[in-house]
């Protein structure tokens, strides 16, 4: 191990080998894991739908990266996909082999989930240049941790300031390795009580 950082990559390899993906980029929140999955998937004019009944900052999410939103009725359980996104939020499900090809799989470390390091998030994908610009989008648009880098590695795009540390990473290593290989969702529609289409903040997004 090299940096402190190396952890960082060591937590993202563990996670991805267990999920079923080729790579894992980690990321301080599941509603940042979202946001980023959001702002690199292809462009569409459809809304975004999203179950009425989830974590308010979701649908904020889509709002943000400038989607209309289109609440449904859905009953999940563990995680849902944004159609017609490629973008699944899995904040409530983790155990072996969840991944579902072709998507961006967003995943949550908060103090309530299964693998709970108090805070953090983790995108799961198969696509190489989809894990190459969420890297750099979490960290600035860096490619280096080194900030004198840019000295020699120009910074192409703008980023977010959304990294996982590598004190958190380190924890989610400790906490991997004592959880079960598989295991029950943590949480589902029903635990929503909030029928979130019926919220002011929305008004302005909702077709």
């Avoid at 289109?70 to 359980?77: K, M, R, V, Y």
């Avoid at 080194?146 to 996982?164: E, S």
């Amino acid at each position: 191990m090299n940096t402190v950082w190396d952890n960082v990559e060591y937590f993202e390899g563990l996670i991805a080998e267990y999920a079923g993906s080729k790579y894992a980029v980690a990321v301080d929140s599941c509603t940042n894991a979202l946001f980023l999955s959001i702002q690199l998937s292809e462009t569409t004019t459809e809304p975004i739908s999203v179950p009425k009944r989830t974590y308010i900052s979701v649908p904020m999410q889509i709002a943000h990266c400038g989607y209309k939103l289109q609440f449904n009725s859905l009953e999940w359980s563990g995680s849902y996909k944004l159609d017609p996104l490629p973008v699944v939020d899995s904040a409530q499900r983790f155990t072996e082999n969840m991944y579902v090809a072709d998507t961006l799989y967003c995943l949550s470390f908060h103090s309530k989930k299964i693998l709970s390091i108090g805070r953090g998030g983790m995108i799961l994908t198969d696509d190489r240049s989809a894990r190459d610009w969420l890297r750099r989008s979490r960290y600035d648009g860096r490619e280096s941790i080194y900030y004198n880098d840019m000295k020699y590695n120009n910074v192409p795009t703008l980023g977010w300031h959304m990294y996982m540390t590598p004190e958190e990473a380190v924890r989610g290593i400790e906490q991997f390795y004592k959880t079960p290989a598989v295991n029950a969702d943590s949480g589902c529609s029903n635990d929503y009580g909030v029928d979130l289409s019926l919220l002011d903040c929305f008004n302005d997004y909702i077709i």
